[in-house]
């Protein structure tokens, strides 16, 4: 029957920001709990084994606030834990995947380019997402190592511009012309990304997809909240509250409380 448990969405930090508007878009009516790990991170430059245990802490504190499905809304944590919490726990959980498949799709070169953090780069499930759609396309890889830690100082300092020239520049001296924005993050650099790159190259990321699954998979178990109310956001955090709440208030558009995420 219809629920209106609410639905866990976690991230190392705010990067699950821009899937979670995909997801409020498609499930106006929802109720969200999201958790931003910025005590941990960054994942990506963290272990497989340091993610995965990590990932399980924090659904095991989703858990206890009787969330109904969960979204890994970030690929670092996706490539290091999805498979085992699909074995552990019996709720619906949606990971988040590169867009390699459209990208290959929409390139007329041949030449696509992967911008991801070094631990989705470096994690089996993004090499046997190359090996599945890599027919006859040049896919060429590039890790951001700082781009992850530019967003989450709030985009201020130096402007985005030349931290985003550092690790495109060498992609597009390759001829891509689809690029694939493999960390949630990296949605919040679209704009510098699009500008330095050209209109001529498509930029895919995939948060609308993800939203699109959770809502078939809700809809599958008959779980959709249908009281037609608007749903409302509930916002904790490792670290500094009052810095994620500043950062929440910047990407989100609202200054939520944020509530001290229990050492789980």
């Known amino acids: 029957m219809p629920s209106s448990s609410p639905i866990g969405i976690f991230d190392s930090g705010v990067g699950g920001l821009s899937v979670l508007r ?3 878009e498609r499930l106006p009516s929802e109720e969200i709990i999201y958790v931003a790990d910025r005590g941990y991170m960054p994942y990506g430059e963290r272990s497989v084994e340091e993610v995965a245990a990590r990932s399980i802490q924090i659904v095991e504190f989703l858990l206890t606030q009787s969330v109904k499905a969960i979204v890994v809304a970030c690929n670092t944590a996706t490539a290091a834990a999805v498979s085992i919490l699909r074995e552990n726990y019996a709720l619906p959980i949606v990971g988040m995947e590169p867009g390699i498949k459209p990208a290959i799709a929409q390139s007329k070169s041949g030449h696509v380019g992967v911008l991801a953090t070094e631990g989705t780069l470096l994690s089996e499930k993004f090499r046997a997402l190359l090996d599945r759609y890599n027919d006859g396309c040049q896919i060429h890889v590039q890790a951001c190592p700082d781009w992850v830690e530019h967003i989450e100082q709030g985009l201020s300092g130096q ?3 030349p931290v985003v020239h550092r690790h495109l520049a060498p992609l597009l001296a ?4 689809s690029l694939v924005l493999g960390c949630t993050h990296y949605p919040f650099l679209r704009e510098a990304i699009q500008q330095m790159a ?5 930029v895919i990321e995939t948060g609308q997809p993800v939203a699109r699954q959770l809502y078939r998979r809700l809809d599958e178990l008959d779980l959709l909240n249908d009281s037609g109310c608007s749903g409302t956001e509930q916002f904790w ?5 009052t810095e994620l709440q500043q950062l929440v208030a910047k990407l989100w558009g609202e200054s939520p409380a944020i509530n001290p995420l229990p050492e789980v």
Do not use: C, F, L, Y
């Open 237 to 241: 955090g490792s670290g500094s509250t």
């Open 159 to 161: 402007p985005s511009e």
């Open 22 to 24: 995909h997801i409020r």
């Open 174 to 177: 390759k001829e891509v012309d």
């Open 198 to 202: 050209g209109d001529q190259v498509s």
